[in-house]
């Protein structure tokens, strides 16, 4: 039972490159959140999805994309990377709105 | 939208010693989890727990949703038991967490 998955683990990007971090959950959950990590503080949202072909932004979308066309699959697209954008990104996904959220392994990300 | 803010932001321990995390949300919840980030970055599922009790070995945690606050309680700390811990909030319908800044705990032998 892999639960969320992320790929790549680790990356270095160039400024103004572009990457796709992929996130899949075999969980058959319905919500899917995409969250970033600073150093020293907490997550914050970057976008959701609530169920497949829907998508809406969170606290921080400027500078990124993403689709949901299956349940499973939840991919965040960095266009023109900056290097604000270095950061840990987590994917996470819950059945519903108020139940358990449960979490990727992460993606550790610097734009240089 | 709901503010989270966790108290103490960084404790020491001596191994053996117990522990009371606090977590402080600012509007009523249909969710609030805990978590342990390990030194490795990931983020381990402690517990669910919008209201009520529950305990997991060493482990227990409370939430008062009608005073709104969440405790996580550590007994008999252990080495392991080092990292950042995090409460996270929900309430809306799009089921998305709002999280504290985290309580950094140190555990020393």
Known sequence: NAGVTQTPKF????????????CTQDMNHNYMYW??????????????????GITDKGEVPNGYNVSRSTTE????????AAPSQTSVYFCASSRGAST???FGQGTRLTVV | GIQVEQSPPDLILQEGAN??????????VNNLQWFHQNPWGQ????????????????????TVATERYSLLYISSSQTTDSGVYFCAAGGGSQGNLIFGKGTKLSVKP
């Open chain 2, 43 to 62: 983020l381990i599922n402690l517990f669910y727990i919008p209201s009520g009790t529950k305990q997991n070995g060493r482990l227990s945690a409370t």
């Open chain 1, 35 to 52: 969250y970033r990590q600073d150093p020293g503080m907490g997550l914050k949202l970057i976008y959701y999805s609530v169920g497949a």
């Open chain 2, 19 to 28: 522990s009371t995390l606090r977590c402080n949300f600012s509007d009523s």
């Open chain 1, 73 to 80: 699959d939840f991919p965040l697209r960095l266009e023109l």
């Open chain 1, 100 to 102: 358990e959220a449960f």
């Open chain 1, 11 to 22: 990356h270095i990007l160039k400024i103004g490159q572009s990457m796709t971090l992929q």
